[in-house]
Nanobody, 123 residues
Framework: QVQLVETGGGLVEAGNSLRLSCVASEHRPTFAMGWFRQSEGKEREFVASISVGGDHTTYSDSVKGRFTISRDNGQNTAYLQMNNLKPEDTATYYC?????????????????WGQGTQVTVSS
């Protein structure tokens, strides 16, 4: 069983930045990681994913150019740097660990999930 703990959420004004962190309980990183988000009344949606080596990433169109996913395998930590935040980015953000080595946008590839961290962007 892998445990994931997200931190870094909060309330910010539009145009500002936040950085989310996700610490995994695994002894060493073995699979791709991803970030998803879910806003009230909507389904959970893909945000970003990074390969196990950290050299390949992919993003949803809605965050491309504003968000950056990264990882520090020595610290078993994944990050999501969110810049130029918009009110529509308001959601609970979830970190997840996949069963693939390469990045993946498919929610079914992710078998471990964190508890989520709330991000609220005011206009």
């Amino acid at each position: 069983q892998v445990q994931l703990v997200e931190t870094g959420g909060g309330l910010v004004e539009a145009g500002n930045s936040l950085r989310l962190s996700c610490v995994a309980s695994e002894h060493r990183p073995t699979f791709a990681m991803g970030w998803f988000r879910q806003s009230e009344g909507k389904e959970r949606e893909f945000v970003a994913s990074i390969s196990v080596g950290g050299d390949h990433t992919t993003y949803s169109d809605s965050v491309k150019g504003r968000f950056t996913i990264s990882r520090d395998n020595g610290q078993n930590t994944a990050y999501l740097q969110m810049n130029n935040l918009k009110p529509e980015d308001t959601a609970t953000y979830y970190c997840a660990r996949s069963v693939t080595l390469h990045y993946t946008t498919n929610r079914r590839d992710y078998i471990y999930w964190g508890q989520g961290t709330q991000v609220t962007v005011s206009s």
